[in-house]
């Protein structure tokens, strides 16, 4: 059962525009997401994090934002760059003192020149 | 400041035999854990550990998985008799001990490619 689903496998983005990435949640115990970059036959790299306290937290250039009534959030890259293509990750935890991370799929971020 | 160091990044084992990975940790942090990546799926939790202790190794299958991280030395995650079912990215992540903050931020190493013929 997936409990962190991002349901776009793949995104397209020319360089310069907007990036949206999504994620949608079914546990409700989540309380602290994060998102993670990935390129090829390396780790994830840390990006950006919000608790679910907050429904926005920024960055430079990337913003994520909360949804919790719908279990959602998304992060949004402005401006896109093609230095930005790579695999993107949400990853959640459940509760105060929890250190199980539950990732998503991934999506892959391509961004054209 | 060197970040999480595995390796190594790839191994190629043959059925049956075992596999040992191993991870150490960023300077300063004391807390490791290992995630496993199935092809075209996110990383999955399987162990937790803090020096000389496994904290939770819930994710971990109940058979021939081991992990261990010693006083001295990096954290091994052994696998033995390994199947190709095996076959996968591991990854290790660590974080600095718990300042009081709800949730710490895991950082990764490079991962360990794992084939298994």
């Known amino acids: 059962d997936q409990q962190v689903k991002q349901n776009s496998p793949s995104l397209s983005v020319q360089e310069g525009r907007i990036s949206i990435l999504n994620c949608d949640y079914t546990n409700s115990m989540f309380d602290y997401f994060l998102w993670y970059k990935k390129y090829p036959a390396e780790g994830p790299t840390f990006l950006i994090s919000?608790?679910?306290?907050?429904d926005k937290n920024e960055d430079g250039r990337f913003t994520v934002f909360l949804n919790k009534s719908a279990k959602h959030l998304s992060l949004h890259i402005v401006p896109s760059q093609p230095g930005d293509s790579a695999v993107y990750f949400c990853a959640a935890y459940s509760g105060a003192g929890s250190y199980q991370l539950t990732f998503g799929k991934g999506t892959k971020l391509s961004v054209i020149p | 400041n060197a970040g999480v160091m595995q390796n190594p990044r790839h191994l190629v084992r043959r059925r049956g035999q075992e596999a040992r990975l191993r991870c150490s940790p960023m300077?300063?942090?004391?807390?490791v854990y290992w995630y496993r990546q199935l092809p075209e799926e996110g990383l999955k939790f399987m162990v937790y550990l803090q020096k000389e202790n496994i904290i939770d190794e819930s994710g971990m299958p109940k058979e021939r998985f081991s992990a261990e991280f010693p006083k001295e030395g990096p954290s091994i995650l052994r696998i033995q008799q390994v199947v190709r079912g095996d076959s996968a990215a591991y990854f290790c992540?660590?974080?600095?001990?718990?300042?009081?903050?709800?949730?710490?931020?895991?950082?990764f190493g490079p991962g360990t490619r794992l084939l298994v013929l």
């Open positions: 919000i608790s679910s306290i907050k």
């Open positions: 300077k300063g942090h004391s807390h």
């Open positions: 992540a660590s974080s600095p001990p718990s300042r009081g903050l709800p949730q710490e931020t895991q950082y």
